[in-house]
């Protein structure tokens, strides 16, 4: 396959994201500038100008209608997707890290850095139909864990919430309560810094992928461990096939260590494996930089890695992919 | 894909020489053609470089619909949304989003089993059938090689007939030692008892063949399936970043018999394997 190479950000890639339809790509970077991207040529559509930081996050609506974006700026953004206006700011004390909106988007769930003496935070946001009537106001704010929280999402039925971070351990929240649920234990759980959660089209499992070069699937409403990828270095991003069993695991050594070391040391290669025998498939290289972020196009004929570099490089699968046999 | 021209009908060029700077409304306005049945879309634009010179600039981009892609009305609709933020103002030279010019392919890992495989068939004459009654003296082997042929005679502790080793092994030694007179350490000196340290060294200089230029992905076994055809290969060595694990780029391979590694010389220096050029040559022996 010949990727296409987008290159719109001018610092590292943080995060991607399809809409439902899978016709735009949102992509997210330390530039200030959240992209959106034709999925299919990969043309640019728009950007959406406003944070004053590193954006950290982003999710868009089931209608591809608004977007919401985290930022280190300490704001949390909701964008009117077609215009690129700017619609309402939520305001923290800490940089916003993670954002998620529910089934519904009725809610959105905003992450909150550990600033200063604030520990991290985890914020339910109502998010209003007409932006008129947007107000800032949290529904719920839930704190307890330690350090950064690098990732939050809706559980099956907006009834939990999922989250995990730099104490590597995974918990489930009630979203009703504020209790925690669930949490994993030592054995089962990461060793290191969760950098990413990515839940399966149905919502019924989920996939983190950690510092600790491993990625592992989990059970969305009992947290127990379903399999483990090993891999060969720290994982930054992951993402799951929507069609296939397949996941995909992007990381590369450190940022600080690339240029000290060899370049084909670095395993910048986004590497499949196969959901179910937990063996590698194969690996998709190309970027000169670890991988941050990783995302599926929902009809699971694409995907797209965000690096270190900048690039933003979608790919659409060769015939063959589909035919691959372990 | 964009192309230069100087403009041909009008002389624009004598305009220019009146006034200095910003001439732009003198361009003719951006012209965009097509998409035509065959997806093919031009758009010609006009500006002044910097030497004041008007230039045509042709962008033909193609667009390729792909067969039975299913889109939402939706989709349809965004397709035509208008640009917005920094999209609006990009220019057709700016070039965000390009189709990679190289193939990148989902590199699938080594089978396991087949890298056992491999390394079963670096005896090349183990698959040899009807030869029970070979039997090498030198290694015990039965059916595998003749003692003549044996790939592990110099890995055998030296019989008591050293003095017909080969010369050619001696002559390195003596070259290493730096001609008469020098200083010969008693392990080299004629007569002496060999060590096994000495012994593998001189194992690594015989007929030994140096490939440069192999691609990272070079293993052992596929070095072994290049040059067997030469003749009986007695090692095969790549050599391995111990930090990386990744191959340096280089190997070392043995022949039992200086012909066969003369032959497989000729043949392989300059041939293109795994899209480089390889260079085969005589190793030199280790001056240390």
């Known amino acids: ?326 | 894909m964009a192309h230069l021209s100087e403009p041909a009908k009008l002389r624009w060029g004598e305009l220019e020489e009146d006034d200095g700077e910003d001439l732009d409304f003198l361009l003719p306005p951006r012209q965009v053609i097509g998409p035509d049945e065959n997806g093919i879309k031009r758009v010609i634009e006009y500006k002044f470089d910097d030497d004041g010179n008007k230039v045509k600039i042709t962008t033909t981009t193609r667009t390729r619909k792909l067969a039975n892609a299913r889109v939402s009305k939706r989709a349809i609709e965004r397709r035509s949304w208008p640009k917005f933020g920094d999209a609006v103002q990009e220019d057709v030279g700016a070039r965000l989003t390009m189709v990679s010019t190289e193939e990148i392919l989902l590199e699938r890992p080594k089978a396991i089993g087949s890298n056992k495989e491999d390394s079963s068939n670096i005896d090349p004459l183990a698959h040899q059938k009807g030869a029970v009654l070979m039997v090498c003296r030198t290694c015990g082997k039965k059916g595998d090689h003749w003692t003549s042929r044996c790939p592990y005679k110099d890995l055998a502790q030296p019989a008591e007939g050293f003095v017909d080793k080969p010369p050619a092994a001696d002559g390195a030694a003596a070259a290493a030692a730096g001609g008469k007179g020098a200083y010969v350490p008693p392990s080299l000196r004629a007569g002496a008892e060999r060590t096994t340290g000495s012994d593998m060294r001189r194992r690594n200089d015989e007929n030994s063949v140096r490939v440069t230029n192999l691609s990272e992905d070079t293993r052992e076994p596929d070095l072994l399936e290049l040059f067997r055809p030469f003749g009986t290969v007695s090692r095969v060595y790549v050599a391995i970043d111990q930090k990386t694990g990744m191959s340096r780029g280089f190997g070392f391979v043995n022949f039992v018999s200086r012909e066969d590694a003369q032959r497989a010389i000729n043949k392989l220096n300059g041939y293109g394997y795994d899209n480089l050029i390889l260079r085969v040559e005589w190793a030199t022996p280790r001056t240390t």
Request: one cysteine or more; glycine letters at 10%.
């Open chain 1, 1 to 326: 396959m010949r990727p296409i190479l987008m290159k719109g950000h001018e610092r590292p890639l943080t995060f991607l994201k399809y809409n439902r339809d899978g016709d735009l790509l949102f992509s997210c970077a330390k530039d200030h500038n959240p992209t959106v991207w034709f999925a299919d040529n990969g043309e640019r559509l728009g950007t959406y100008r406003g944070h004053n930081g590193a954006v950290w996050c982003c999710d868009v609506t089931r209608d591809s209608g608004r977007l919401i974006t985290g930022s280190a700026d300490q704001t949390a953004k909701l964008w009117n997707v077609q215009t690129g206006q700017q619609l309402f700011t939520f305001n923290f004390d800490s940089p916003a890290k993670s954002v998620d909106f529910s089934v519904g988007d009725k809610l959105a769930v905003i992450t909150t850095d550990p600033f200063m003496e604030l520990s991290s935070a985890i914020h339910i946001k109502r998010i209003a139909k007409d932006p008129a009537d947007q107000i800032g106001e949290s529904v719920r704010v839930i704190k307890g864990p330690q350090g950064r929280i690098n990732r939050a999402v809706w559980g099956p039925l907006n009834q939990t919430i999922i989250s995990g971070g730099e104490d590597s351990i995974l918990r489930i929240w009630d979203t009703e309560t504020g209790k925690l649920l669930k949490e994993t234990d030592k054995e089962s759980g990461h060793k290191k810094t969760i950098t990413s959660l990515v839940k399966s089209a149905d919502g019924s499992h989920f996939l983190t992928g950690s510092l600790d070069k491993s990625a592992k699937l989990w059970d969305s409403r009992t947290l127990t461990l379903i399999k483990t990828y090993v891999t060969g270095s720290p994982v930054n991003g992951v993402a799951m096939s929507p069609l296939l069993d397949h996941v995909v695991l992007g990381g590369g050594q450190e940022a600080s260590a690339v240029t000290t070391t060899d370049h084909r040391a670095g395993k910048f290669e986004a590497k499949f494996y196969d959901k179910i025998l937990q063996e590698e498939i194969g690996g998709v290289k190309g970027h000169f930089g670890p991988i941050n972020a990783l995302a599926f196009n929902p009809d699971g004929k694409s995907f797209s890695s965000g690096g270190e570099d900048g690039y933003v490089r979608l790919h659409h699968f060769d015939p063959e992919y589909f035919n691959i046999k372990i």
